[in-house]
Structure formats: structure tokens, C-alpha cells
């Protein structure tokens, strides 16, 4: 029996998008943006909660109770919401102009959330916005803070039973005393050594979709400088950069962060940078990405990714994209009781008691207990567990149980006494 190949031959009429017709989602409710002087925008003002659809959630008549979403209207124009699920923090402003001699500069939102500006017009910088992770200084117990969305770095080692720790972030090296190792984080490129030869891993991709920071460096002569903050600004009309953005890692080894732009013309003189921290050790480039039909602003440091936008932009990750979380956290007491934690759905790894996420005593192994979705099976999930003062600890968790839509898996281990941060990452064999 033959088959039968049909073929079909005709005309076909591309039609590129026509400028103007970018939607980025702004509902213009943070108003404009034209900051009169040098101004610190204290990111921890967002609202968490919101009236979204002027359907109550909550069952009652009060409408400014449900939790934000990136498209919430703003409650107080000018102070943004804040979207746990995306983990951003979102401004939808009427335009921006950020006139030259004038700097923009944040104070990190309690999750270290990065920056979103969705603007219904045009954006105009003459002057600066900086996202830059703290330098590692003289040595100190604390860790360095990073630009909003990047991650810190290791207190410093102050004595033999005062040791450092190590950075944290997807791409931050390990800390450890015994064989001493230490090294800048890492981000699109790796971070060079200060003492052996362990890296922090790469991490990210070009479209800066999801939209993340820098990653810490490790203690070393002191402590390690904090990765760089991340921002998006995407714009319906013009973005004009004739200053400068800059996501810089922090002088001591921080990674630098992410700078990505989306608008229908890229235009100006200005500058795009996110390098890495110098010193002990240089930290890892960060990345730059610009979407526009028309893009005549020079390369920034490093080399953006360009491309023009999609119509409409994605501005967040698809909802098939993976994720990985962790759901609770089982131990057993000093009474030999079996007992679980739950883990908060927006954990924030506050490492000043006692606001941490979850709080357990125990001399005994913990299991924590992790899901996911969209990750395949044979996907390897590593714990990084930093403690405020001692070796980082990596943990291979069991092999994902499940299906590609929903799997579960186990990481068990002993954790350092003290207060410590997790972070679970999955990575394609």
C-alpha cells in the first residue's frame, strides 16, 4: 500500500512587528519616576498586599488583602508591590528620567528580591542606577551585603574558632578550612581562586530569564565581596541610557549581576556594566541582554546578548519552566521524637536569630524534603548548606521521584551547629 505525502506550496507573508505595539504590562499606577536629587529607593516599602481584581480573596470587604502580584495595581504610587511567586520586586511606572548628577541606588527588600521598572512610556537615564554588591572591607563577622537579587559573601575568618564561611548564591565557592580552599563567585564566567582550586558553578542564561544577581565570593583575606543586584527595564516606548546602569560585584570576589533591557528603540552614549569584584581573586562577569527593534546603544561589560523582543516580551519564565523548592524539614529531638517543619513557600535565609525560616535542635541527621516541577528525573540535586562560621557542606540528594510535572526527592545529612543557609540546585548530568 502506498502513502501518500502531500505538499503544500504557496506564499508566505512575514509581517515584522510594528513599533509601538510593545505592551510590557505597566498599569502606570507608581506614577513617574523623576527623581529631584541623588535618592536610595528603600525596596522594602513594596506592598505584599494588594487589591489585583477587586475580587476579595479573603471572603470579607476589605480588598487590599490579597497577596500582590507583579500586575496588582500599586496600593501607594511610587512604592511598587512585591511578588513572592516571581520573587521580584515590581514598579509599573508612567515613564522614568533620571536626570544627569543624579544616582539611584537601593535598600534590598527583606527577600533580596531584584528590580523590575515596567514603563508605559519612554525611560531617559542621564545619571546613574547602581546595583552594586558591597566590598569585603576590613574583616568583620558579618557577611557583605549584595545589590537586590544577588547574594553575599563570606564573613571573614577572625580566629581559629572564629572561622569565615563561605558565599552564597548558585554560583558561590565553597569556604573551607581543611584543605583551605576559597574563591570568587562565579556567574556567566567563573571566579578566579584566592586559596586551592574549587570554582563556584555557572549559572543563568543569555535571556536573564529568570531575572537573578550575582553570587558571593568566599572568605579569603577577609571576607568575600557580595554579588551584584539584577534589574529589568522594560519600556513600551524609547530607553535612553546616555549615563550609566551598573550591576558591579563588590571589591573581594563577588560576581557581577544582571542588567536586561526591553524596549522598542535602545538608544544613547551611555554604559552597561556588570564585571566582577576584584581583589583575592576577580569574581565572574555577570550578563547583559537588550530587546529592541532598534538598538544603537554601544556594548556594555561584558558583551550584551541582543536580540529584538518578543511581542508581547517575556518578562517572566514560561509556566512549564523548572523549579525546585524545599517543602519541610524532619529531625529527630533530644527526646528521640520524629519531628517536621514546615518550610515557609517564600523562605528569605535571614541569618539574624530568630527570624530565620525554620529553627530545630537536634544531634542527629535531618532530612529535608524537596519537590519539583518540570525537572527531568535524571537531573542531579545538590544541597549547598553554608553556616554562618565554618565548612560549606555539599549534599547529593536521593534520585527525583515522579514524573516530569511533579517529583519529590530527599537530601539527608547532619547540619552545623549554629545558624546556616540551603540552597538546592538542579543541574542536567
Known amino acids: 500500500m502506498k502513502s501518500k505525502i502531500w505538499c503544500w506550496v504557496g506564499m508566505l507573508a512575514f ?49 487590599i488583602d490579597d497577596p500582590c502580584r507583579w500586575d496588582c495595581p500599586s496600593p501607594v504610587a511610587g512604592k511598587g508591590v512585591y511578588d513572592a511567586d516571581k520573587w521580584a520586586v515590581v514598579y509599573k511606572y508612567q515613564s522614568v528620567n533620571i536626570a544627569s548628577g543624579r544616582t539611584v541606588t537601593f535598600t534590598n527588600h527583606p527577600s533580596n528580591a531584584p528590580v523590575v521598572w515596567l514603563v508605559q512610556d519612554n525611560v531617559t537615564i542621564g545619571g546613574s542606577v547602581n546595583l552594586w554588591g558591597e566590598r569585603a572591607g576590613s574583616a568583620s563577622a558579618s557577611p557583605t551585603v549584595p545589590g537586590p537579587g544577588g547574594f553575599p559573601g563570606g564573613r571573614a575568618t577572625l580566629s581559629s574558632a572564629s572561622l569565615g564561611s563561605g558565599g552564597r548564591g548558585p554560583g558561590a565557592a565553597p569556604y573551607l578550612q581543611a584543605p583551605s580552599a576559597s574563591a570568587a563567585g562565579s556567574y556567566a564566567t567563573q571566579g578566579g581562586n584566592c586559596v586551592g582550586t574549587l570554582r563556584g558553578a555557572l549559572y543563568g542564561n543569555e535571556y536573564i530569564v529568570p531575572l537573578i544577581g550575582g553570587s558571593g565570593a568566599s572568605a579569603c583575606n577577609g571576607r568575600g565581596g557580595a554579588g551584584a543586584g539584577a534589574i529589568l527595564i522594560a519600556a513600551n516606548g524609547t530607553i535612553t541610557i546616555n549615563g550609566s546602569v551598573a550591576a558591579v560585584g563588590g571589591e573581594g570576589g563577588g560576581s557581577g549581576g544582571a542588567i536586561r533591557l526591553v524596549a522598542n528603540t535602545v538608544a544613547g552614549t551611555g554604559s552597561l556594566d556588570a564585571h566582577g569584584g576584584s581583589y583575592s581573586g576577580v569574581g565572574g562577569y555577570g550578563r547583559i541582554r537588550i530587546e529592541g527593534f532598534s538598538i544603537t546603544l554601544p556594548g556594555g561589560n561584558p558583551s550584551p546578548s541582543i536580540s529584538e523582543p518578543d511581542v508581547p516580551p517575556m518578562i517572566w519564565p514560561p509556566s512549564d519552566a523548572p523549579r525546585i523548592w524545599a517543602t519541610q524539614v524532619e529531625y529527630v529531638d533530644y527526646n528521640g521524637a520524629t519531628q517536621t517543619i514546615a518550610v515557609p513557600a517564600d523562605p528569605r535565609a535571614n541569618i539574624a536569630f530568630p527570624n530565620t525560616d525554620v529553627a530545630f535542635q537536634t544531634d542527629q541527621q535531618m532530612i529535608l524534603h524537596i519537590e519539583a516541577a518540570n525537572v527531568p528525573q535524571n537531573w542531579l540535586v545538590t544541597v549547598r548548606v553554608v553556616p554562618t562560621s565554618g565548612d560549606t557542606l555539599l549534599v547529593s540528594a536521593d534520585a527525583l521521584i515522579g514524573n516530569l510535572g511533579s517529583s519529590t526527592t530527599t537530601a539527608t545529612f547532619t547540619s552545623p551547629a549554629g545558624i546556616a543557609t540551603m540552597q538546592i540546585r538542579a543541574d542536567a548530568p
Open 15 to 63: 509581517v515584522p512587528a510594528v513599533w509601538g505595539q510593545l505592551e510590557v504590562g505597566s498599569d502606570g499606577s507608581d506614577g513617574v519616576f523623576n527623581p529631584g536629587a541623588t535618592i536610595v529607593v528603600d525596596l522594602s516599602q513594596a506592598a505584599v498586599l494588594c487589591n489585583c481584581d477587586g475580587i476579595d480573596q479573603n471572603g470579607d470587604s476589605n480588598f
